[in-house]
């Protein structure tokens, strides 16, 4: 309700009020919202939105919503759903403070009961951090992945060892020698995480049974040492790539293989297979970039011209309908699979990218580099949702750089090892919720005078850099709830913050088709909307621009205005492209 998951948090939970005047009264919560239903009409009665507010922002405004409230604090909330109020006595301290209780005053939203009426009480405890280290340097993790589920996290070490871990308590659950004196270079769940699949240095790819630690089999073909390999969705089909260039595809029931596919002159540096097992995707020393056809061998697509350098990390999405390719410039492709083009080319890092992931609805993905930096994508849009701060715990991250990385199916959590050999956890849907939801600030800037929500807009932004991009649970941005509205100043309030070529603004295209966008077409890329000048025709960004109607003049006009958002389509290495202009019809005088 009310796009309050944002970035995830976990479950709903729910309380009914004990009173004979107010049973038929629900309250829901999720990670940033607690909301009172009333039961006989099944509409929402009151929502309490729980904010991350430094600045006070939110707590020191006068401005009031009508049937809503905020509820700020850097530390511990206890909200009464009944009075509608807020407890702000309570702050965040350290586990060892309150032992025996640590449990309860973990971060996000729960519920409880009190009195003999059992009236319902939420407790909102604020993120203190988002990041954490599993496993230090002396683990010398080298790779890692999420099964399905996200519960559960194994990991390879550079001494041979598979460690599979319990994330929903930051605990090891297994630990054994998979691989003798060889270094792991990848390991895979099976999609029905019963199983995980490793490959190292000694040439051997093993699929072992985690919860007993024993094998169910070797493949043997490679003479070289294995450095990538995946299996498809239904578990008949892997693929794994060498150091001599060559791909392999498995029977992984009679442990055979099916083709073998010379497909690099040098090594393979990643291999992805498709989730229903037809192609196989593959990047090498040799900076060839290729697609192939699983069951002929045969190239079905090369993408040398689209990526400049070698391309350190490729993955198909979980749908197979795109390509992710990371490679040595710090740039990132997002590869249209079926129409064979390119969708975006995101300057992502500082340095090279040596591995991304893909949340389970393809709708996000993670990348980290050589700067230390982890960043989360909107795919849809190409635009940045978040980056972690490992710089509070973690500043050795920034001069080694991470290797590999890995993103729950929810995209609530991320995993990566660093080139020192550290396990690192990123809390993603926390760092999410630090973010005020999209809805509630629109409608909270919509309320006041505009002078006073340019102010606050300015000062939110210092504390939110990426906030114009922020989605929630719909994908909706707050540029998105503003021109839904048809509200023009908080529309050119927010456009107007945007700085120049930063392309720092983002729209999801499975959130465009609800907004009322009455013409979508092409312009050309040298000409801007209004004719002051032309779009950045080199890096990903947007140009926008806002214009009114001239016969109405600059006063108190009754007439519509229109927004114009030119989107610059990603760049082909001949420099061509275009952009999508999205006109939007805005109610308000003077345009």
């Keep these: 309700g009310g796009g309050g998951g944002g970035g995830g948090g976990g479950g709903i939970g729910t309380g009914l009020m004990g009173s004979r005047e107010r049973e038929d009264v629900l309250v829901t919560v999720c990670g940033r919202q607690a909301i009172s239903w009333r039961l006989s009409t099944r509409k929402k009665e009151f929502c309490a939105d729980f904010v991350c507010d430094s600045q006070e922002l939110f707590s020191r405004s006068s401005q009031r919503l009508k049937d809503r409230m905020f509820v700020s604090h850097d530390g511990m909330v206890v909200y009464d759903a009944t009075l509608h109020a807020a407890i702000y006595d309570m702050r965040i301290r350290p586990p060892e403070q309150h032992p025996g209780n640590s449990f309860l005053f973990r971060e996000g939203t729960s519920t409880m009961k009190i009195g003999a009426q059992d009236l319902p009480l939420v407790l909102y405890c604020a993120p203190d951090t988002t990041v954490y280290m599993l496993d230090g340097e002396q683990s010398s993790t080298r790779t890692l992945d999420f099964s399905g589920n996200g519960y559960l996290l194994v990991s390879g070490s550079g001494r041979g060892e598979l460690v599979i871990w319990d994330m929903q308590h930051h605990q090891q659950l297994k630990r054994w020698s998979a691989h003798r004196r060889s270094s792991i270079t990848c390991v895979r769940f099976s999609h029905d995480h ?7 240095e000694d040439c051997k790819v093993i699929l072992w049974d985690w919860k007993t630690e024993s094998r169910i089999g070797t493949l043997v073909y490679h003479q070289a040492a294995v450095m990538s390999v995946e299996m498809c969705v239904n578990g008949q089909v892997l693929a794994s790539g060498d150091r001599n260039g060559v791909i392999v595809i498995w029977d992984t029931y009679k442990h055979e293989p099916l083709r073998i596919i010379e497909a690099h002159r040098g090594s393979v540096l990643c291999c992805s297979i498709s989730p229903d097992g037809s192609m196989v995707a593959s990047s090498g020393d040799d900076e060839h970039i290729a697609v192939f056809n699983t069951n002929t061998g045969g190239e079905m697509m090369c993408l040398d011209e689209a990526m400049e350098g070698k391309g350190f990390t490729m993955k198909f999405s979980f749908d197979g309908g795109r390509i992710q390719i990371g490679g040595e410039t710090g740039n990132i492709l997002i590869w249209d699979v079926y129409k064979n083009c390119l969708l ?43 980056r972690a701060n490992f710089e509070r715990i973690l500043g ?100 107007k913050s945007v700085a120049p070529k930063s392309g720092a603004l983002g729209l999801t295209a499975s959130a465009i088709s609800s907004c009322p966008l009455s013409v979508i077409k092409t312009a050309p890329n040298s000409t801007s909307h209004n004719g002051h000048g032309s779009v950045n025709n080199g890096s990903f960004m947007r140009s926008l621009t806002l214009h009114g109607d001239n016969n109405k003049g600059g006063g108190g006009g009754s007439g519509k205005g229109l927004v114009s958002l030119s989107l610059n389509s990603a760049r082909s290495r001949s420099g061509r492209g275009i952009s999508n202009a999205l006109e939007v019809p805005v109610a308000g005088g003077g345009g």
């Design 194 to 200: 019963k199983s995980v699949y490793s490959c190292a």
């Design 344 to 386: 975006y080319n995101i300057d992502a890092h500082e340095g090279q990218v040596y591995d991304c992931a893909w949340s389970g609805d393809s709708r996000r993905l993670l990348s980290v580099g050589a700067d230390g930096r982890a960043r989360l994508w909107d795919t849809a849009a190409g635009s940045e949702l978040c």
């Design 396 to 495: 050795a991250v920034d001069s080694s750089g991470f290797i590999k990385c890995d993103l729950s199916s929810t995209g609530s959590s991320m995993s990566g090892a660093t080139a020192k050999g550290q396990l690192i956890n990123w809390d993603v849907a926390a760092e999410l919720r630090r973010v005020p939801e999209g809805s509630m600030l629109y409608k909270w800037l919509a309320a006041m005078p505009l002078r006073r929500a340019r102010d606050v807009f300015a000062s939110l932004l210092n504390d939110f850099p990426l906030l114009i991009n922020t989605q929630d649970s719909r994908g909706w941005t707050i540029l998105m709830h503003a021109t839904q509205d048809s509200n023009p100043e908080v529309t050119r309030l927010i456009v």
